[in-house]
């Protein structure tokens, strides 16, 4: 496997009216070329966040720790997005390397411009095709992703067309200049399970097809199951699990991953009771101290979780985790 | 339970005109479209289909607060009946209090500028359910317990809590003029799934502890599989199946059922099947086709099927099915 993405020590901070509001913390995880990892973790937890990072694509009012490194490693070299300053070097990364399908749809697409002519000007920034060519490989694009009459969608705005094709659409545009790194941003979350099975299988078919790696950001473990390699566990900013989706999603190693495990419907088992996760998601304002997870954790160390914070352990080659009472059951503590 | 039916519907319809051009056949939007069921007092009724397939449009004519186009919808609680199509004012207003609404959005669905207790209060004061506020705020305190809210909360104002309670709140509020028909759309698609699991458990103890009945919308059929006992599938304004929940999950007697049934994304990492995946979209309520109206999508699809449009008929165990294929179907849509 060939190292495509490092991100080490991703702080994020936002300043806003009520104070400086830790969004990321820490944060560190490594992708190889054509892998996909998925990125799972209640709202507000950072996951948006974390990825627009890796763009350098997050509001004015953010705030990078000193430590954060996002080393990308392309044909020329390893590169630092954390480095980027200038638009025109921002470029190398934005629409060129990584491409990011948007959680919120209508962020990807300008409302008052044509699909095709958004298309086309991507290229034209990002390749070295002229006019005609970009227009050629664009609708062929719309094509690949489903689209029928694709030559007529190309002229079309985003707004006229159903939630399903909008998102083959963008699909189509994030794919059109062949990034390494595609984010998917809760790319299905507003579909209905038929067309969200449609465009998974698409992902699918597009990864084998092209081989770039994904980041598929995602609330529904069923998703991950089904799509991803790695999967990412963020809680309040932080990474809490991370390893091969079967491990995790089978022998989820952290509190709050076995938690999230507990309370989800399963359709295989209906007398499974609905567990749910203890309490509330804290407010960004009231960081708790320690494990950030320690205020929901029915199984928190008394005086220890309250105050010290947990670091990765590994678990195995891949599957690691970051919790004190995992790493005493492993007698590692 | 009993199995007196609380609803009864028979063919209703519900259209919405369109704001059309000036030229041409004006048009409407048919939403829901000659549906007849029944639901059974002291049932958990799940509602199913995709967007647009007209589940809030079914769920608020029940209410009597979407048109009642065509047929008839009687409310039947053995204390009262109704014939909503043809209810007097009066009686509509004793009926706001025997049915009531909890929306998707805890976060729109509160004033921000009303204290918890008033928004809990707010539909007995309206109704004029309770003689002084001593007796109001009795009630209040004594649904808010139910809800498991905190009492010290009830002077608070709801921007302080976050999305489970504020949907605690908001089922509090519905069920203070202790109502017996409970129409939740969408109750928990905001929250999050370590969240939902409680609302969902609350939902069903309200249930049993109150001898409410529900109708319960939702897209996500694996939470309707855990909290419903009966559950009916929509398709473009039609009823497709209604059936008991297991039956209807074990043994789908619609395909489109089976299509939505093998589309849940699995939860395990080695089941990635990718059978029987639906092909296109859901046609527009303006401009529905001929014939049964999920054979542009039906991969079992007939002559007959583009023609005829099938009706809703008793398919034994419970089920009701609009096919004309499900007798020659039947093994075919099995679940494994
Ligand atoms: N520009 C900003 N200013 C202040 N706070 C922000 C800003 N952008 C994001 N945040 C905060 O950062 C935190 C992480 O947000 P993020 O959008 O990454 O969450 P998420 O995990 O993607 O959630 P969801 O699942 O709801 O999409 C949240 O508390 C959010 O309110
Ligand atoms: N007030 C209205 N005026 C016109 N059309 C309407 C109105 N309300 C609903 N519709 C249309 O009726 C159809 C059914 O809508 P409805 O909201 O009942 O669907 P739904 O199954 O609840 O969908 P969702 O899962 O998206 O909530 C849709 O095509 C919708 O656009
Ligand atoms: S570190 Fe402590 S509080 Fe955090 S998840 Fe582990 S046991 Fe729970
Ligand atoms: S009636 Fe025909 S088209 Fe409709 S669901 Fe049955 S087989 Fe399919
Ligand atoms: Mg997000
Ligand atoms: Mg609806």
Request: include cysteine.
């Amino acid at each position: 496997m060939t190292r495509l993405l490092d991100v080490e020590n991703l702080t994020l901070q936002f300043d806003t009216d009520e104070g400086r509001i830790t969004a990321v913390d820490d944060v560190s995880f490594s992708i190889e070329q054509g892998q996909v990892m998925g990125l799972v973790g209640e709202s507000g937890s950072g996951k948006s966040v974390t990825a627009k990072s890796l763009m350098k694509l997050n509001a004015r009012n953010a705030v990078y720790g000193p430590q954060s490194r996002i080393i990308l490693h392309l044909d020329d070299g390893p590169v630092d997005v954390m480095t980027l300053r200038s638009a025109r070097e921002m470029q190398l990364v934005r629409g060129g390397a990584i491409s990011m399908i948007f959680q919120e749809p209508m962020a990807s697409f300008a409302p008052a411009i044509t699909i095709g002519s958004q298309m086309v000007e991507q290229l034209l920034i990002h390749t070295d095709m002229n006019k005609k060519q970009a227009r050629e490989l664009s609708i062929e694009m719309l094509a690949r992703v489903g689209i029928s009459d694709a030559a007529r969608r190309f002229d079309q705005y985003a707004f006229e067309l159903s939630g399903g094709m909008r998102q083959r659409a963008m699909i189509a545009m994030a794919l059109s200049t062949r990034p390494r790194l595609l984010i998917a941003d809760e790319p299905t979350t507003a579909l209905d399970v038929t067309i969200q099975a449609q465009v998974i299988d698409l992902m699918k078919d597009l990864v084998a097809e092209f081989g770039m790696a994904i980041i598929f950001i995602t609330h529904d473990l069923g998703v991950i199951a089904q799509t991803a390699d790695t999967v990412a566990v963020m809680y309040l900013g932080r990474l809490v699990e991370q390893g091969p989706v079967r491990e995790v999603i089978r022998t989820p190693a952290h509190p709050y991953t076995r938690g999230l495990i507990a309370a989800l419907p399963d359709l295989e088992n209906l007398d499974k009771p609905l567990t749910p996760v203890p309490g509330d998601i804290p407010s960004p304002l009231e960081r708790p101290t320690g494990c950030v997870f320690n205020t929901r954790c029915s199984v928190a160390i008394e005086g220890r979780c309250q105050h010290e914070v947990p670091q990765f352990m590994q678990l195995d080659d891949h599957h690691r985790v970051a919790c004190h009472l995992a790493a005493r059951e492993r007698g590692a503590a | 339970m009993s199995d007196r039916a609380l609803i009864t519907t028979r063919n209703l319809s519900v259209h919405y005109p369109l704001r059309g051009g000036l030229i041409g056949p004006r048009q409407v939007v048919r939403a829901v479209e000659g549906v007849s069921i029944e639901i059974p007092a002291g049932h958990f009724f799940g509602l199913v289909g995709e967007s647009g397939s007209g589940k809030t449009t079914l769920g608020r004519a029940l209410l009597r607060a979407a048109p009642i186009t065509h047929g008839e919808v009687i409310y039947d609680d053995g204390e009262v009946r109704y014939d909503l199509a043809a209810i007097d004012k009066a009686a509509l207003k004793d009926y706001r209090s025997r049915a009531q609404l909890i929306f998707q959005d805890p976060y729109a669905a509160l004033s921000p500028r009303m204290t918890v207790r008033d928004i809990i209060a707010e539909p007995l004061e309206v109704m004029g359910l309770t003689k002084s506020r001593a007796e109001t705020d009795e009630r209040v305190r004594e649904i808010a317990t139910m809800c498991r809210l905190n009492l010290e909360h009830l002077r608070r104002f709801p921007h302080a809590f976050s999305g489970g309670q504020r949907q605690r709140i908001s089922i509090a509020r519905a069920l203070v003029s202790r109502p017996r028909f409970v129409v939740a759309d969408e109750a928990v698609a905001a929250l999050d799934v370590s969240i939902q699991a409680d609302v969902l458990n609350l939902l069903r103890s309200l249930q049993k502890e109150m001898g409410l009945t529900f109708l319960f919308i939702s897209h996500d059929l694996s939470v309707v599989a855990h909290v419903c006992d009966h559950v009916a599938v929509m398709y473009l304004g039609r009823l497709v199946e209604t059936a008991p929940t297991r039956q209807l999950f074990a043994r789908p007697r619609h395909p489109y059922t089976r299509a939505l049934l093998s589309a849940i994304p699995s939860l395990d990492p080695d089941d990635r099947g990718r059978t029987r995946r639906l092909e296109g979209e859901i046609p527009s309520p303006t401009d529905p086709p001929p014939g049964c109206k999920f054979h542009t999508r039906c991969p079992y699809a007939t002559d007959r099927c583009r023609a005829e449009e099938p009706e809703l008929e008793d398919a034994g165990d419970g089920h009701n099915v609009s096919c004309h294929r499900w007798r020659e179907l039947g093994e075919e849509l099995a679940m494994d």
